[in-house]
């Protein structure tokens, strides 16, 4: 009978990226990536933070750790592990080296002194043992644009509305996205770097659609909002038939915001505007005339776990007083298992160990669902995830917890 060979976990090396990066696109069964892509991931990857297994001179397993910073309630923007790049030979499943990469990355980042790590999960199943839970959620939707309409808001029409260069415009779309980011919980100020992310147009990639382009929102001669997206014509017995494609869509005000809307709604020949990636609480939606012509749907987005529990609810505000003792279980993280006193308002928060006795019960996985407000502690308590040990606490701690906007990633990594 054969033995199995033990495995080497080592922190990645430049001159590996292309094998590193060529395992890590055979396990996810895609094809050959572009060389922009490629070129662009090089460029992004912290080999520092980057990990490969081997299994002799064979690259069994990937895993990386972008240096991120989120937002969370309150306006904080918070050091935050971008888990990003993982993947296990499927030659060597069950043979422990997820797990392997997944303790030294939690390790890694509690030396380095980031709070928090976050995750897109290709297979929601997986990570959940790691302490990862669902935090944010994401807005899909195919519309009609030929039957649902739009009821845009006062002060739209003074909306100047401009086609740009994408990159040439790159500077003060990335003003107004940076605006945005301590107004929601979730989103990512970007590292230097990272702005070249939504530029990415192989034309290999487009799937007969045409090359990206922008429309910038301009108020009083300033930029207030952008869109970028892509056209594929398409013709059936009826006649036109095309379909626009949004990317990513910013915007400053609600007039900003409308108008924007309204130009993807009503692009010459086009009859369908695919939505992807949007905030849950999109406003487009509290302006359409006929939202079941959207075919709206939601799916999970980011995964959050809290590396420091203390550090990570104290960084965050609470929208209503709060004044609770946590018992949480970390299993895989034992330090911070125990009990936590968790107290603030909506000017900030304190978060320390305790040997008060329990007033609610529930696991970092949890933790990490509810931490950016968009999923409720109560809902968990509903599911059996989370106990109430003194009457009312689970109330008081689900609304303060809350956030008056929901959460979201804009942009996968």
């Not at 064979?58 to 993947?87: D, K, Q």
Request: net charge negative; glycine share 10%.
């Amino acid at each position: 009978m054969a033995t199995e060979r033990a495995t080497e976990l080592k922190v990645l090396r430049p001159e590996e990226f292309d094998g590193w990066w060529d395992h890590l696109v055979r396990a996810f069964g895609a094809g050959p990536a572009s060389a922009e892509e490629r070129d662009l991931d090089r460029s992004l990857t912290e080999y520092e933070r980057s990990l490969a297994v081997w299994d002799g001179s064979e690259l069994v397993g990937t895993a990386g750790a972008f240096r991120f910073r989120m937002a969370v309630p309150g306006g904080a923007v918070l050091p935050t592990a971008g888990i990003t790049m993982v993947s296990v030979a499927a030659t060597h499943r069950r043979r422990g080296v997820l797990t392997s990469m997944m303790r030294r990355q939690l390790d890694d980042i509690r030396e380095w002194g980031e709070p928090l790590a976050a995750l897109t999960a290709s297979e929601p199943a997986i990570y959940g043992r790691f302490g990862y839970g669902a935090a944010t959620f994401q807005l899909q939707a195919e519309i009609d644009t030929g039957r649902a309409t739009l009821d845009v808001p006062a002060g739209t029409g003074d909306v100047r509305l401009r086609y740009a260069d994408p990159a040439g415009v790159l500077g003060a779309c990335e003003a107004v996205y940076a605006q945005l980011v301590p107004l929601r919980p979730g989103m990512l100020a970007r590292q230097p770097g990272w702005e070249q992310v939504g530029l990415l147009d192989p034309e290999s990639e487009r799937g007969g659609a045409s090359a990206l382009q922008c429309v910038v929102a301009e108020r009083d001669g300033k930029v207030t909002g952008y869109a970028r997206f892509r056209t594929k014509i398409g013709w059936g017995a009826g006649g036109h038939d095309g379909t626009v494609t949004l990317e990513d869509l910013a915007a400053l005000d609600p007039a900003s915001d409308a108008a924007l809307w309204r130009f993807l709604f009503g692009i010459d020949l086009m009859s369908t505007l695919t939505v992807r990636r949007r905030p849950v609480d999109d406003a487009w939606q509290y302006l359409v005339s006929d939202i079941r012509r959207c075919r709206t749907r939601v799916r999970d987005a980011a995964y959050v776990r809290l590396v420091d529990v203390g550090a990570a609810l104290a960084g965050r505000t609470y929208q209503a007083p709060v004044d609770v003792v946590l018992e949480v279980a970390d299993a895989f993280c034992p330090w911070n298992a125990g009990r936590w006193r968790l107290t603030g308002d909506a000017k900030g928060a304190s978060c320390e160990r305790t040997t008060d006795t329990a007033e609610l019960t529930l696991s970092v996985r949890e933790l990490g669902a509810a931490y950016l407000g968009g999923v409720s502690l109560l809902s968990l308590a509903r599911a059996g995830r989370v106990g109430e040990l003194r009457p009312g606490a689970l109330a008081e701690a689900s609304v303060a917890f809350g956030s008056p906007v929901l959460p979201w990633l804009p942009h996968g990594f």
